[in-house]
């Protein structure tokens, strides 16, 4: 369910005060104009009425889309407090838990702490890719290059548009810059290895 709630926000700019309604979660299969919106860097976004300036307020957000059984919390912390942002998704489990169905299984949350990480997983989920063995292909591809890239201050992005029926493109991304260093390809004949890997694992379960 899509949700709003007003914040006390301040103007990075001229530091003017004033409320805001932002969003607290979205589903984009009742509301598929707001996945645009996120899109273009236009979700929770703001206009300040002293100055004009216009901001967007990284904040918390649920990311709904079960038509491709989609659920997202983005958390915007910066790496060194990750374990802050797992508290936070912990919360939010238990809450969805308590208005469940005993009967009823809970649903899979993914946690991502910026915006960029969201965008990935929504492509991701709408080309039919599964997470886990995209997050495991990443970490093959740093363990083969350890020597070559420095973790602490570079992450592996899927490029979906780029990706062919052969090959996966990722996109190595410099965290600090933001800026994209290099372009790897890596077979798609290994990712479907690797999902039926995968599928026995959750049999045997």
């Known amino acids: 369910m899509t949700q709003t709630r ?32 996120l899109l273009k860097n236009q979700l929770n976004q703001s206009v300040c009425p002293d100055c004009g300036f216009t901001f967007r307020v990284d904040k918390p957000l649920l990311y709904s889309d079960p038509a491709n059984r989609l659920l997202v919390y ?3 912390v910066p790496p060194d407090r990750l374990a802050e942002g797992e508290d936070l998704c912990n919360e939010l489990i238990r809450e969805l838990l308590a208005m469940l169905p005993e009967d009823l299984d809970s649903p899979e949350i993914q946690m991502v702490i910026n915006r960029v990480e969201l965008i990935e997983r929504i492509f991701s989920a709408e080309a039919g890719l599964n997470p886990r063995i995209i997050e495991y292909i990443k970490y093959q591809i740093y363990t083969r290059n350890s020597d070559k890239v420095n973790l602490e201050t570079h992450g592996l992005l899927l490029n979906t ?7 996966l493109c990722f996109v190595l991304q ?18 479907e290895v690797f999902r039926e890997m995968f599928a026995d694992e959750e049999k045997s379960v």
């Open 6 to 37: 007003t914040y006390p926000i301040a103007c990075p700019t001229c530091e003017a005060s004033f409320d805001a309604e932002l969003y607290e979660s979205v589903n984009v299969q009742t509301d598929p104009d707001l996945r645009e919106a």
């Open 161 to 167: 548009h780029d990706s062919t029926d052969k090959n």
């Open 74 to 76: 983005w958390i915007p």
């Open 174 to 191: 410099n965290m600090e810059t933001m800026k994209f260093e290099a372009m790897l390809h890596y077979p798609r004949e290994t990712y």
